[in-house]
Protein backbone atom coordinates (compact mmCIF):
# COMPACT_ATOMS: atom_id res chain seq x y z
CA UNK A 1 0.00 0.00 0.00
CA UNK A 2 2.77 2.60 0.83
CA UNK A 3 4.55 1.66 -2.19
CA UNK A 4 1.48 2.27 -4.52
CA UNK A 5 0.24 4.84 -3.01
CA UNK A 6 3.83 6.88 -3.72
CA UNK A 7 4.15 5.30 -7.82
CA UNK A 8 8.42 5.27 -8.46
CA UNK A 9 9.37 5.68 -4.81
CA UNK A 10 11.19 3.13 -2.86
CA UNK A 11 10.13 1.70 0.79
CA UNK A 12 11.96 0.50 2.95
CA UNK A 13 9.86 -1.87 4.99
CA UNK A 14 11.82 -3.26 8.49
CA UNK A 15 10.69 -5.90 11.08
CA UNK A 16 11.91 -5.88 13.82
CA UNK A 17 11.14 -8.77 17.03
CA UNK A 18 12.40 -7.87 19.97
CA UNK A 19 11.69 -11.17 22.02
CA UNK A 20 14.18 -11.19 24.68
CA UNK A 21 11.84 -8.12 26.57
CA UNK A 22 9.47 -10.87 27.30
CA UNK A 23 11.83 -12.92 29.47
CA UNK A 24 10.34 -11.89 32.87
CA UNK A 25 12.83 -12.19 36.02
CA UNK A 26 9.94 -11.18 38.61
CA UNK A 27 8.44 -14.56 37.83
CA UNK A 28 10.22 -17.42 36.36
CA UNK A 29 7.76 -19.52 35.76
CA UNK A 30 8.05 -22.78 33.14
CA UNK A 31 5.92 -20.59 30.64
CA UNK A 32 8.23 -18.23 30.75
CA UNK A 33 11.65 -20.13 30.24
CA UNK A 34 9.89 -21.79 27.77
CA UNK A 35 9.15 -18.75 25.88
CA UNK A 36 12.72 -17.66 26.21
CA UNK A 37 14.35 -20.68 25.11
CA UNK A 38 11.79 -21.04 21.75
CA UNK A 39 12.14 -17.33 20.88
CA UNK A 40 14.70 -14.75 19.64
CA UNK A 41 15.17 -11.18 18.74
CA UNK A 42 15.64 -10.73 14.94
CA UNK A 43 15.58 -7.71 12.25
CA UNK A 44 14.76 -8.25 8.46
CA UNK A 45 14.22 -5.63 6.05
CA UNK A 46 13.45 -5.12 2.28
CA UNK A 47 12.38 -2.39 -0.43
CA UNK A 48 9.22 -2.03 -2.26
CA UNK A 49 8.56 -0.14 -5.19
CA UNK A 50 5.31 0.07 -7.15
CA UNK A 51 6.71 -0.01 -10.24
CA UNK A 52 8.44 -3.96 -11.00
CA UNK A 53 11.93 -3.58 -12.30
CA UNK A 54 12.98 -6.70 -14.39
CA UNK A 55 14.45 -9.61 -12.23
CA UNK A 56 12.95 -8.04 -8.94
CA UNK A 57 9.91 -9.95 -7.13
CA UNK A 58 6.75 -8.74 -7.38
CA UNK A 59 3.55 -9.12 -4.94
CA UNK A 60 0.61 -10.58 -6.72
CA UNK A 61 -1.67 -10.69 -3.89
CA UNK A 62 -2.32 -10.19 0.25
CA UNK A 63 -3.89 -12.01 2.60
CA UNK A 64 -4.65 -12.21 6.22
CA UNK A 65 -7.01 -15.05 7.93
CA UNK A 66 -7.52 -15.23 11.71
CA UNK A 67 -9.30 -17.67 13.90
CA UNK A 68 -11.70 -16.09 16.22
CA UNK A 69 -11.56 -16.78 20.29
CA UNK A 70 -7.64 -18.46 19.83
CA UNK A 71 -5.93 -15.65 21.85
CA UNK A 72 -5.26 -18.61 24.31
CA UNK A 73 -3.36 -20.69 21.61
CA UNK A 74 -0.60 -18.10 20.53
CA UNK A 75 -0.95 -14.62 21.90
CA UNK A 76 0.51 -11.97 24.18
CA UNK A 77 -0.57 -11.23 28.15
CA UNK A 78 -0.39 -7.91 29.50
CA UNK A 79 -0.03 -6.98 32.85
CA UNK A 80 1.59 -3.60 34.45
CA UNK A 81 4.82 -4.93 34.83
CA UNK A 82 5.37 -5.80 31.28
CA UNK A 83 4.00 -9.01 28.68
CA UNK A 84 4.37 -12.73 27.92
CA UNK A 85 3.77 -15.12 25.25
CA UNK A 86 0.87 -17.34 25.43
CA UNK A 87 1.46 -20.78 23.69
CA UNK A 88 -0.34 -23.82 23.84
CA UNK A 89 0.74 -27.29 22.99
CA UNK A 90 -2.35 -27.58 21.04
CA UNK A 91 -0.64 -25.50 18.30
CA UNK A 92 0.87 -27.97 15.81
CA UNK A 93 -2.38 -29.66 16.06
CA UNK A 94 -4.59 -26.97 15.22
CA UNK A 95 -2.28 -25.94 12.55
CA UNK A 96 -2.23 -29.25 10.90
CA UNK A 97 -6.16 -29.59 11.73
CA UNK A 98 -7.18 -25.89 10.04
CA UNK A 99 -3.97 -24.06 8.34
CA UNK A 100 -5.17 -26.06 4.72
CA UNK A 101 -8.48 -24.41 4.08
CA UNK A 102 -7.29 -20.89 3.91
CA UNK A 103 -4.20 -21.87 2.26
CA UNK A 104 -6.01 -23.14 -0.50
CA UNK A 105 -8.35 -20.32 -0.44
CA UNK A 106 -5.60 -18.13 -0.86
CA UNK A 107 -4.07 -20.10 -3.64
CA UNK A 108 -7.65 -20.15 -5.59
CA UNK A 109 -8.01 -16.00 -5.18
CA UNK A 110 -4.88 -14.90 -6.21
CA UNK A 111 -5.20 -17.66 -9.26
CA UNK A 112 -1.87 -19.64 -8.82
CA UNK A 113 -0.84 -22.70 -9.86
CA UNK A 114 1.54 -24.87 -8.15
CA UNK A 115 2.98 -22.41 -6.01
CA UNK A 116 5.72 -22.88 -3.78
CA UNK A 117 5.79 -22.66 0.05
CA UNK A 118 7.87 -20.66 1.91
CA UNK A 119 6.57 -20.23 5.92
CA UNK A 120 7.19 -18.89 8.77
CA UNK A 121 9.22 -22.06 11.19
CA UNK A 122 7.26 -21.53 14.29
CA UNK A 123 8.81 -24.76 15.05
CA UNK A 124 9.69 -28.09 14.37
CA UNK A 125 6.03 -29.53 15.46
CA UNK A 126 4.75 -26.69 13.35
CA UNK A 127 6.33 -27.61 10.32
CA UNK A 128 5.69 -31.09 10.77
CA UNK A 129 2.05 -30.27 10.97
CA UNK A 130 1.86 -27.56 7.52
CA UNK A 131 3.73 -30.95 5.56
CA UNK A 132 0.89 -32.86 6.73
CA UNK A 133 -1.99 -30.08 6.26
CA UNK A 134 -0.79 -29.42 2.90
CA UNK A 135 -0.47 -32.98 1.81
CA UNK A 136 3.74 -32.14 1.46
CA UNK A 137 6.26 -34.90 1.53
CA UNK A 138 8.25 -35.09 4.72
CA UNK A 139 11.48 -32.86 4.61
CA UNK A 140 9.85 -30.32 1.79
CA UNK A 141 10.09 -26.99 4.28
CA UNK A 142 13.86 -27.40 4.74
CA UNK A 143 14.71 -23.79 4.20
CA UNK A 144 12.77 -23.11 7.07
CA UNK A 145 14.11 -26.03 8.91
CA UNK A 146 17.41 -24.72 8.15
CA UNK A 147 16.35 -20.67 9.10
CA UNK A 148 14.83 -22.70 12.37
CA UNK A 149 18.15 -24.72 13.16
CA UNK A 150 20.60 -21.67 12.88
CA UNK A 151 18.50 -19.08 14.18
CA UNK A 152 16.06 -19.88 15.95
CA UNK A 153 12.53 -18.55 16.06
CA UNK A 154 12.82 -14.54 15.62
CA UNK A 155 8.57 -14.26 14.68
CA UNK A 156 7.64 -11.83 11.82
CA UNK A 157 11.25 -11.88 11.18
CA UNK A 158 12.08 -15.15 10.35
CA UNK A 159 10.06 -15.78 7.08
CA UNK A 160 11.91 -13.14 5.55
CA UNK A 161 14.89 -15.44 6.60
CA UNK A 162 13.68 -18.07 5.10
CA UNK A 163 12.66 -16.08 1.67
CA UNK A 164 16.32 -15.52 1.45
CA UNK A 165 17.66 -18.68 1.92
CA UNK A 166 15.30 -20.08 -0.83
CA UNK A 167 16.20 -17.19 -3.28
CA UNK A 168 20.13 -17.94 -3.01
CA UNK A 169 19.20 -21.70 -3.77
CA UNK A 170 17.32 -20.64 -6.37
CA UNK A 171 13.45 -20.28 -5.75
CA UNK A 172 11.99 -18.86 -8.69
CA UNK A 173 8.04 -19.20 -9.68
CA UNK A 174 5.10 -18.81 -7.73
CA UNK A 175 4.90 -18.75 -4.20
CA UNK A 176 3.26 -18.21 -1.38
CA UNK A 177 4.66 -16.41 1.47
CA UNK A 178 3.33 -17.60 4.60
CA UNK A 179 3.38 -16.29 8.35
CA UNK A 180 1.89 -17.24 11.38
CA UNK A 181 1.21 -15.00 14.18
CA UNK A 182 -0.72 -14.28 17.73
CA UNK A 183 -4.48 -14.18 17.63
CA UNK A 184 -4.19 -16.87 15.98
CA UNK A 185 -3.50 -15.54 12.51
CA UNK A 186 -2.07 -16.67 9.55
CA UNK A 187 -0.64 -14.24 6.17
CA UNK A 188 0.03 -14.51 3.09
Known amino acids: MLARAEPGEVVLVVVVELCTLTSRIDRGTKADVISSALFGDG ?24 WPRT ?8 DPVGFRVMLS ?18 IKAARLRAPQLVCHPGGAKVLDAIETALELQKG ?19 VLFVLERALRRGLCGPVVLSALGPGFTANF
Not at 71 to 78: F, Y
Not at 89 to 106: D, G, N
Open 43 to 66: AAAFVLQAEPREGSLQVGAAAEHT
Open 89 to 106: RSLPRFVEQRIAVPVRRF
Open 71 to 78: LDIMGWAI
Open 140 to 158: TLRDEREILRGHGNMLAPT
